[in-house]
Structure formats: C-alpha cells, structure tokens
C-alpha cells in the first residue's frame, strides 16, 4: 500500500484482511514521506519503506525507486490510501491493472488535492468517495466502487473529510474484494 498521510484506509484494510474479509494480505507499506501512516503501519507488523523525492537527484531517479520498493514486495495488488503524489508512468505501466487509488469524492466530479474543499466550495450537497484504477491522468481511470456522503448544513472541510474517511474505511475493503474476485485466492496486496 502507498500513504502520505494518518493511514486510517491501510489499517482498516490490514485489519480486514486479517479477518478474512478481504482475499489477500497486506504485505508492505511504503510512503513518500515520514508520517503516521507509517508508523501505523509499523504497529501492525508490516514492512514499511520511506521513498522521498528529496533523496534523488531527479524526478524520474525517484520514480524508479519507488517502482523497485514495491516491485520487491511483488505485490499483486498496488492500493493508494492517501498518498499525496503523481505516480510516474513507468510505475502506472508496470502495475497496470492492479493498482487502485481511493479518493475522496465521486469521481470525475473534484479531482486533485483538494476534493473535499471543493465540493464544499462548489455547494454541491451530495459528495462521497471513489475507488478506482489508476491511469495515466489523475484522479483518472475506471472505477471500481462508489458511495455517496451527504453534506450537511454547517459541515466544515474537516467535519466533512471525517465522514467521508468513515465510509472510506469500509468502502476500501469491499473495493479490494471486487478486484481480487477474480485473482488468485491468496493474493498478496501491497
Ligand atoms: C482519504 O480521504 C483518501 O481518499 C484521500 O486521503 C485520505 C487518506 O486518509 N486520498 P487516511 O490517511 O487513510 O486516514
């Protein structure tokens, strides 16, 4: 699994996987930066491995090594739970058809960094979250499962991303569960 961020969506995959709910088990953790996500990875019990772009002469030096940090976990699965950069074409090439991204709002409304900001912004009053296939545009590809979160009166970005994450957490799994369908039954998720 790929996190930048608290790893809320790593460990309630983890945990679900553990419990049988999911067909496979998570098998590393890699971030792109130090944070909580890691360190909630690391109580787990998992192999976790920092790549930051600040370490590498060059972009494409970086994206080369995140792409041989989870190619040797030999993942069949690649999840994106948060994870705050464009991954590189040579990484959405190799794991192509086996990488998925979780994303807070109902794509293709509100990509980008900021999804739960401007569905506020925009008024909307229904937003919710996406998990889909990851292509080489972003926040882009074909979906695998969608649930909507109502915005309620009052609700700030926070309030809102809460709620949202609540159904992430569930969400995640079930997600997981589509694509492994057809997968071998044992697979290992990274
Ligand atoms: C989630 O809302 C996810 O959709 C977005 O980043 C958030 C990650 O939350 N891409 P967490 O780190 O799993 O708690």
Same mark, same amino acid.
């Given at each position: ?20 709910? %999911?067909?496979? @088990?998570?098998? &590393? ?8 996500? =890691?360190? #909630? /990875?690391? !109580? ?6 920092? %790549?930051?772009? @600040?370490?590498? &002469? ?8 995140? =792409?041989? #940090? /989870?190619? !040797? ?118």
């Amino acid at each position: 699994m790929l996190v930048s961020g608290t790893g809320s969506n790593m460990v309630a995959l983890v945990r679900a996987a553990r419990a049988g709910e %999911v067909p496979a @088990r998570v098998v &590393a953790v890699l971030a792109d930066r130090p944070c909580p996500g =890691l360190e #909630a /990875a690391a !109580a787990e019990g998992l192999p976790t491995v920092v %790549v930051e772009p @600040r370490r590498w &002469a060059s972009r494409p030096e970086w994206d080369d090594a995140l =792409l041989r #940090a /989870a190619r !040797a976990h030999e993942p069949d699965l690649v999840v994106c739970a948060g994870f705050m950069r464009v991954l590189g074409a040579a990484f959405v090439d190799a794991f192509a058809g086996r990488l998925i991204n979780l994303h807070p709002s109902l794509l293709p409304s509100f990509p980008g960094a900021h999804a739960v900001r401007d569905a506020l912004a925009a008024g909307v009053t229904i937003t919710g979250t996406t998990v889909h296939f990851v292509d080489h545009l972003v926040d882009h590809g074909p979906i695998v499962a969608q649930e909507e979160v109502r915005i309620e009166p009052g609700d700030t970005e926070a309030s809102l991303h809460e709620r949202v994450k609540e159904v992430e957490r569930a969400l995640l799994p079930r997600a997981c569960r589509l694509v492994l369908g057809s997968a071998p039954a044992r697979a290992r998720a990274s």
